[in-house]
């Protein structure tokens, strides 16, 4: 942003504080050289868009991004501020005063003085080279809002917890104790596509078969040098920083692989995709859960400790019916992760320092098959045609069964996903 932008956010934002309209929004001293802004997050069970949300959207009013009527989008209306703030020469982040760990959150900010501003702040840049034009650009964010991130890291240690899928967790992945109709489907399941995507640029895949499922997490302790192992499941680890191209973006990504030490734990079955999130950095997912009524949800945050069905393939197959028949369109057999930073929607993966993409095989396979058959309805070939009828049998079959099942209580260690409204 130039300086007179900053000069323009400076008035503006000087005139909202005075006006006292806005819950939170406040001087943090006596001499009005600090303010506090509130920055409660979207994914709070007490969040409410009207009062946590209405500095963020009455700044977007005001560059003209939103208007009555509009799609409301409480979470691009805090990036945009948030960006603004840390790019404008005028306005300092003051982080030992920021409580961003209480019911009410707020982040307080430091007017800079002009006489200080004559070296001005570090030049706008992306983490995967030059800035493009239109809106990403005036979303773009400094490597300092990236430090800013990193800093909002849950907690500044890590309570020991176990390191294993709980006991109590053991019957969500048992539901069926009956094969399902095909031995090879049911192990189809626990097949897991990983990949690692940094800065938007694939950096590499990988397949879990292991009945257990996984572990995901760095190479090794930064700074111990033992790695995380386990030999009862098997162990997938972030690729290195170092294969990045750019240095800015290495940097940064190996600062937050930092947080990622213990990493997270995911494992499959026929009921879906579990997560157990032990590292200390955030990760907000966006997948086919079983938190929302829509087969389209909005990214949520995974709680640390807890166990989360963060895909469900019994909504999967409802969605692929309906798909089937025209109505919707084509789910998404994938769930994606992304780590420290908040993820609005999955459109803005590409811009994020580290995105993991989980997909079930199986159910990839099923959507594949079903595509083919709707490119080929009048195929000539028996072998096709006998392979796509197989498919959507199975298919059925698979259904029918997932819905017959009686899905039991919840074991304590759920928590119910709340995804993020906008």
Same mark, same amino acid.
């Given at each position: 942003m130039?300086?007179?932008?900053?000069?323009?956010?400076?008035?503006?934002?000087?005139e909202?504080?005075?006006?006292?309209?806005?819950?939170?929004?406040?001087?943090?001293?006596?001499?009005?050289? !600090?303010?506090?802004?509130?920055?409660?997050?979207?994914g709070?069970?007490?969040?409410?868009?009207?009062?946590?949300? /209405?500095? *963020?959207?009455?700044w977007?009013?005001f560059?003209?991004?939103?208007?009555?009527?509009?799609?409301?989008?409480?979470?691009?209306?805090?990036t945009?501020?948030? &960006?603004?703030?840390?790019k404008s020469?005028?306005?300092?982040? =003051?982080t030992?005063?920021?409580?961003?760990?209480?019911?009410?959150?707020?982040? %307080?900010?430091?007017?800079?003085?002009?006489?200080?501003?004559k070296?001005g702040?570090?030049? %706008?840049m992306?983490?995967?080279g030059p800035?493009?034009s #239109?809106?990403?650009? +005036?979303?773009?964010?400094?490597?300092t809002?990236?430090e800013?991130?990193?800093?909002?890291? +849950?907690?500044?240690?890590i309570?020991?917890?176990p390191?294993?899928?709980?006991?109590?967790?053991?019957?969500? *992945?048992?539901?069926?104790?009956?094969? !399902?109709?095909s031995?090879?489907?049911?192990?189809?399941?626990s097949?897991l596509?990983? /990949? $690692?995507? @940094?800065?938007?640029?694939?950096?590499?895949?990988?397949? =879990?078969?292991?009945?257990?499922g996984?572990?995901?997490?760095?190479?090794?302790?930064? #700074?111990? #040098?033992a790695? @995380?192992?386990?030999?009862?499941?098997q162990? %997938?680890h972030?690729?290195p920083?170092?294969?990045?191209?750019y240095?800015?973006?290495?940097? *940064?990504?190996?600062?937050?692989? #930092?947080?990622?030490?213990?990493?997270?734990?995911?494992?499959?079955?026929?009921?879906?995709?579990?997560?157990?999130?032990?590292?200390?950095?955030? =990760?907000f997912?966006?997948?086919?859960?079983?938190g929302?009524?829509?087969?389209?949800?909005?990214?949520?945050?995974?709680?640390r +400790?807890?166990? %989360?069905?963060?895909f469900?393939t019994?909504? *999967? $197959?409802q969605?692929?019916?309906? @798909?089937?028949?025209?109505?919707?369109?084509?789910?998404d057999?994938?769930?994606?992760?992304? $780590?420290?930073?908040?993820?609005?929607?999955?459109?803005?993966?590409k811009?994020?320092?580290?995105?993991?993409?989980?997909?079930? =095989?199986? &159910?990839?396979h099923?959507?594949?098959?079903?595509?083919m058959r709707?490119?080929?309805?009048?195929t000539s070939?028996?072998n096709v045609e006998?392979?796509?009828?197989?498919?959507?049998?199975?298919?059925?079959?698979?259904?029918q +069964?997932? &819905?017959?099942?009686?899905?039991?209580?919840?074991?304590?260690?759920?928590?119910?996903?709340?995804?993020?409204?906008a």
């Amino acid at each position: 942003m130039s300086n007179s932008g900053g000069r323009r956010l400076k008035q503006w934002l000087m005139e909202q504080i005075q006006s006292a309209q806005y819950s939170g929004l406040q001087w943090e001293d006596e001499s009005r050289t !600090m303010f506090r802004i509130p920055w409660k997050h979207a994914g709070k069970q007490d969040y409410n868009q009207e009062v946590d949300a /209405s500095i *963020f959207k009455a700044w977007a009013v005001f560059k003209g991004k939103f208007k009555e009527g509009d799609k409301a989008e409480p979470a691009t209306w805090k990036t945009r501020l948030r &960006c603004a703030l840390n790019k404008s020469p005028d306005f300092e982040e =003051v982080t030992e005063r920021s409580q961003l760990d209480i019911s009410e959150p707020y982040k %307080v900010y430091r007017i800079v003085p002009e006489e200080e501003q004559k070296h001005g702040k570090i030049p %706008v840049m992306t983490m995967t080279g030059p800035t493009s034009s #239109g809106d990403h650009t +005036d979303m773009a964010c400094s490597p300092t809002e990236i430090e800013e991130l990193i800093k909002e890291e +849950d907690g500044c240690s890590i309570q020991a917890s176990p390191e294993y899928w709980p006991q109590s967790s053991m019957n969500a *992945f048992s539901l069926h104790q009956d094969p !399902m109709p095909s031995g090879n489907v049911n192990s189809g399941f626990s097949q897991l596509m990983i /990949s $690692f995507y @940094y800065g938007g640029k694939l950096m590499y895949n990988t397949l =879990v078969t292991h009945p257990e499922g996984c572990r995901i997490s760095p190479q090794q302790h930064l #700074g111990r #040098g033992a790695p @995380y192992s386990s030999d009862s499941m098997q162990n %997938v680890h972030f690729p290195p920083a170092e294969l990045i191209e750019y240095e800015r973006q290495r940097y *940064f990504t190996r600062k937050l692989l #930092g947080h990622l030490e213990r990493g997270v734990l995911v494992r499959a079955n026929q009921e879906g995709i579990f997560i157990k999130r032990l590292c200390q950095s955030r =990760v907000f997912c966006s997948g086919l859960g079983d938190g929302s009524s829509q087969y389209g949800s909005m990214p949520w945050k995974l709680e640390r +400790d807890s166990v %989360v069905k963060i895909f469900d393939t019994g909504r *999967f $197959f409802q969605a692929l019916q309906l @798909y089937q028949e025209g109505q919707i369109a084509a789910p998404d057999p994938s769930v994606t992760l992304c $780590f420290g930073e908040e993820l609005n929607d999955v459109s803005s993966a590409k811009s994020k320092l580290i995105i993991l993409q989980i997909t079930m =095989v199986n &159910c990839q396979h099923m959507l594949e098959s079903l595509n083919m058959r709707r490119s080929q309805p009048y195929t000539s070939s028996p072998n096709v045609e006998m392979s796509d009828d197989v498919a959507t049998e199975q298919m059925a079959r698979i259904y029918q +069964d997932l &819905c017959s099942y009686s899905v039991p209580q919840r074991p304590a260690c759920y928590r119910d996903n709340m995804p993020i409204t906008a």
